[in-house]
């Protein structure tokens, strides 16, 4: 069964006619070519489909589209404004902190949810404000290290 679903990504109202049971990751990556959140385990345990949803981390595999009309939808292609990198993407390149990438979205967003609730945290902090996120690559090092080079920029 379809249906008419707005929804406000990335500050703009996208309108889609789609089947009722899909995720929003679906939705984003498949209706809306939203790329950027990665389908990674459809489980929610690894956190590469996180998005902010009322800017908060969310796991838009486990998230229905129809369930969110109404709030405000970041994903990672919504987070540099005119043109720049946001002081968190930056830092990630910069830190050495991407290697594959696959992580890189989700880890973003769910690092931009801390820094944004709590703008000067620990590495104790960042450690459990990313716990959610899984990253196969870089040992969780250099990820910690660019949260932290971030703070305050």
Do not use: W
């Amino acid at each position: 069964m379809k249906r008419i679903l707005i929804l406000n990504v990335n500050g703009e109202e996208k309108e889609i006619l789609t089947e009722i049971n899909k995720t929003l990751l679906e939705v984003l990556r498949e209706d809306l070519g939203l790329t950027g959140t990665k389908r990674g385990c459809d489980l929610g345990v690894c956190g590469a489909c996180t998005v902010l949803i009322e800017g908060k981390p969310y796991l838009s595999c486990l998230t229905l589209a129809v369930d969110v009309q109404g709030k405000k939808i970041m994903t990672i292609e919504g987070l540099a404004q005119e043109g720049k990198p946001h002081p968190l993407q930056r830092a990630f390149v910069e830190k050495g902190a991407i290697q594959c990438g696959f992580c890189t979205p989700g880890m973003i967003l769910a690092a931009k949810a801390l820094l944004d609730e709590h703008p000067h945290p620990s590495e104790g902090e960042v450690k459990k404000g990313i716990s959610g996120n899984l990253c196969r690559c870089t040992g969780y090092v250099k990820i910690v290290e660019a949260i932290l080079s971030a703070v305050g920029k």
